[in-house]
């Protein structure tokens, strides 16, 4: 009995011994992987980046927008009378001047009842003289006179009535352009709904875009603009005579309108258009690689070199070209700006900076 209370003992003490040595073996181990951790953070090396001196440089400040090419003039032809089309007088895609006669509506009705009220006034102008004569003879009453000559006024209003209805049988050119394809024939019962033929006049034009409303106050009246279309590669210039008195609230946008000649007509209404607008010199600007800013949800920064590490600064840009932006706050010369490696990079790490030309 003894015997097996010994061995139960020893069993114990040994299960006892197993355990302690196990959690005294993990310890150790936690311990030298904690060292070597430490020591490993403690030798990281710096991240290689590129940098550059920030510096003082001249700045042409032009923005690129799109617009669009439109007419000086454009209407589509109408006729203001119902009736039949008795002659058209113009060829498609070809020039007019204003005033020119391009359609003629059937008007002998009308000059029927011209020719009618015309007989009655003529009468009634005669019975208006005799009762004239009559009145400073005493013959007759001013109220028989006044009314005599009121029948006369009236066959006068319904002749100038009748006569501008006679003139709206001819439709002509409101002022001179280039017509285009028409969609009428002789014969043809117009109305006013009908569509002739569309009228544009394209020299010059103009050229219709909106700019961005925190340069509403560089653009001025006679500012001149650099576009170019598909059609048109080569630069075109314009010059701006009207904007928009108010800013767009939907899309915090100014609308400005230029106009440019177009004597070979190779700028065609409705294209589009690619407008470059200077808008004023920064001799003093500073300007650094666009991939070097970060947006972040309260504007944006940037990171430059300080003392072996990264040191974040928040900036306020102005115009971006294709390669730069123009930073308007946040940054002084000689900040040595950090140009990329930026979004894996964090406030404080120790960076290795390759200075670059700007």
């Known amino acids: 009995m003894k015997k097996r209370y010994i061995f139960y003992i020893i069993l114990g003490l040994g299960l006892a011994y197993l355990v302690y040595y196990r959690i005294s073996a993990n310890n150790k181990i936690e311990g030298k992987g904690s060292g070597k951790g430490t020591k490993e953070n403690k030798s990281a090396p710096p991240l290689n980046v590129d940098g550059m001196v920030v510096s003082l440089s001249k700045f042409d400040n032009d923005i690129e927008v799109t617009g669009n ?102 439709i002509v050119a409101p002022f001179s352009g280039r017509i285009g394809l028409r969609s009428i024939s002789t014969g043809v019962y117009l109305t006013p709904a009908t569509v002739i033929a569309n009228l544009v006049s394209t020299n010059p034009v103009k050229i219709t875009f909106s700019i961005p409303d925190k ?50 007509n190779a700028l065609l209404p409705g294209s589009f258009a690619k407008v470059k607008l200077s808008l004023n010199t920064l001799n003093d600007a500073i300007l650094i690689p666009t991939g070097a800013v970060i947006p972040v949800l309260k504007g944006k920064i940037v990171f430059v070199a300080k003392g072996g590490k990264a040191e974040e600064r928040k900036v306020e840009a102005g115009t971006r070209t294709a390669d730069n932006i123009v930073i308007t706050s946040g940054l002084t010369a000689g900040d040595t700006v950090l140009v990329n490696g930026s979004m894996s990079m964090k406030k404080g790490s120790a960076v290795k900076v390759h200075l670059i030309k700007q």
Do not use: H, M
Request: hydrophobic share 35%; proline share 3%.
């Open 69 to 170: 090419i439109d007419p000086n003039e454009s209407v589509v032809l109408k006729s203001e009378v119902s009736g039949l089309v008795t002659g058209i007088y113009f060829k498609e895609g070809s020039n007019v001047t204003k005033g020119t006669t391009l359609v003629k509506v059937n008007d002998r009705d009308i000059q029927a009842q011209l020719q009618e009220a015309l007989t009655k006034q003529k009468l009634s102008a005669t019975t208006e003289n005799r009762a004239k004569q009559l009145l400073a003879k005493g013959a007759i009453s001013q109220e028989e006179y006044d009314a005599a000559l009121a029948d006369l006024k009236s066959y006068q209003s319904q002749s100038q009535l009748i006569r501008a209805q006679l003139a709206k049988t001819s």
């Open 215 to 264: 340069y509403a106050s560089l653009i001025k009246v006679g500012s001149e603009i650099i576009f170019t279309t598909d059609a048109s590669p080569k630069g075109n210039k314009g010059k701006v005579y009207a904007i928009e008195p108010s800013i767009n609230e939907a899309t915090r946008t100014l609308q400005v309108r230029a106009l440019a000649p177009n004597g070979d």
